[in-house]
């Protein structure tokens, strides 16, 4: 069983129509669910997973008011769950146990986006990694009388506002231009594996995340971000190709070109290029035209 599907029955099972019997009215501002950090989160656990970090548990989502006026009390009903259920224990960890249980919605959020709600300028946004807001709009909501939790998840999904995902999106091109077409080739006519490897790690990180972008997802963190790209709508063959650079005896500059010709292809597509230039460095310049914001236009194309 999936982590994900094991917390929604654990919830609804065990805590649902307990929080209505207990608290009664109050039941209806509390928000229910699981999101956050976690593999289960993003729907990519297995048997590997479960030595760690693993066990049913879930979210409660109040308002700074509600947790003032009775958290305390969902905390003490929410510790007095089951253990176990269904052959798992609850998780008992520190990192693992703070991932659920009670919070105050704007707490949730601004651990991984630095605000209690909706990023209020593009500088908020921009800050913000890919990997957080993807951990931050992870899993599944369960119930939410009151709206505000999902009415923030909503309005950070499914992507950063257009203006800025182009401006990062231009920083992605940049950087698959910089470490993939020029300097592991480079790196590797040196003879300096070392280099080589970095420039070829960074080309990688640099074009799953173009991949997510250019799908208008966030990319989650290193340890899934090639599976997440292989299953994107669109473009997943050169997230293929981008995975398949770290197999041995990979012709390594010929799968960096042919990703690059891909990116290069859906920026046309998509009217964010005009070019045919090959280097990418030409399509980072061409999204960065694209970009109306003053702001964002005037930063350098490396930052985002």
């Given at each position: 069983?999936?982590?994900?599907?094991?917390?929604?029955?654990?919830?609804?099972?065990?805590?649902?129509?307990?929080?209505?019997?207990?608290?009664?009215?109050?039941?209806?501002?509390?928000?229910?669910?699981l999101?956050?950090?976690?593999?289960?989160c993003?729907?990519?656990?297995?048997?590997?997973?479960?030595?760690?970090?693993?066990?049913?548990?879930?979210?409660?989502?109040?308002?700074?008011?509600?947790?003032?006026?009775?958290?305390?009390?969902?905390?003490?009903?929410?510790?007095?769950?089951?253990a176990?259920?269904?052959g798992f224990?609850?998780?008992?960890?520190?990192q693992?146990?703070?991932?659920?249980?009670?919070m105050?919605?704007?707490?949730?959020?601004?651990?991984?986006?630095?605000?209690?709600?909706?990023?209020e300028?593009?500088?908020?946004?921009?800050?913000?990694p890919?990997?957080?807001?993807?951990?931050?709009?992870?899993?599944?909501?369960?119930?939410?009388?009151p709206?505000?939790?999902?009415?923030?998840?909503?309005?950070?999904?499914?992507?950063y506002?257009?203006?800025?995902?182009?401006k990062k999106?231009?920083?992605?091109?940049?950087?698959?231009?910089?470490?993939?077409?020029?300097?592991?080739?480079?790196?590797?006519?040196?003879?300096?594996?070392?280099?080589?490897?970095?420039?070829?790690?960074?080309?990688?990180?640099?074009?799953?995340?173009?991949?997510?972008?250019?799908?208008?997802r966030?990319?989650?963190?290193?340890?899934?971000?090639?599976?997440?790209?292989?299953?994107?709508?669109?473009?997943?063959?050169?997230?293929?190709?981008?995975?398949?650079?770290?197999?041995?005896?990979?012709?390594?500059?010929?799968?960096?070109?042919?990703?690059?010709?891909?990116?290069?292809?859906?920026?046309?597509?998509?009217?964010?290029?005009?070019?045919?230039?090959?280097?990418?460095?030409a399509?980072?310049?061409?999204?960065?035209?694209?970009?109306?914001?003053?702001?964002?236009?005037?930063l350098?194309?490396?930052?985002?």
């Amino acid at each position: 069983m999936k982590g994900l599907e094991l917390c929604r029955e654990f919830y609804a099972r065990c805590a649902r129509d307990a929080i209505k019997a207990r608290f009664g009215e109050r039941a209806g501002r509390i928000a229910a669910g699981l999101a956050g950090e976690g593999s289960e989160c993003l729907g990519f656990d297995d048997e590997i997973s479960r030595d760690h970090d693993f066990g049913p548990g879930f979210c409660l989502w109040l308002s700074d008011e509600d947790f003032a006026e009775f958290g305390a009390e969902l905390r003490s009903f929410y510790d007095g769950l089951p253990a176990e259920f269904m052959g798992f224990r609850r998780n008992s960890t520190p990192q693992g146990a703070a991932r659920v249980g009670v919070m105050r919605i704007g707490d949730f959020y601004a651990r991984f986006t630095g605000s209690r709600g909706i990023p209020e300028s593009e500088a908020a946004w921009l800050r913000i990694p890919e990997h957080a807001l993807a951990a931050a709009t992870s899993g599944v909501v369960f119930d939410d009388p009151p709206g505000e939790f999902s009415r923030i998840r909503s309005a950070l999904l499914p992507c950063y506002p257009e203006e800025v995902r182009l401006k990062k999106l231009a920083a992605r091109l940049f950087t698959m231009a910089q470490a993939g077409q020029y300097n592991y080739p480079r790196m590797t006519k040196r003879g300096d594996a070392a280099a080589a490897s970095f420039a070829l790690a960074e080309f990688a990180k640099a074009a799953f995340s173009a991949l997510h972008l250019l799908n208008r997802r966030y990319a989650p963190y290193y340890k899934w971000l090639s599976r997440s790209a292989q299953e994107l709508p669109k473009l997943s063959e050169s997230a293929r190709e981008t995975a398949a650079l770290f197999e041995p005896g990979a012709d390594r500059e010929n799968l960096i070109e042919s990703v690059c010709a891909r990116v290069r292809r859906e920026l046309r597509e998509e009217g964010l290029s005009s070019s045919d230039d090959p280097f990418l460095v030409a399509q980072a310049v061409e999204t960065t035209r694209r970009i109306k914001s003053e702001y964002l236009r005037k930063l350098s194309v490396t930052v985002g």
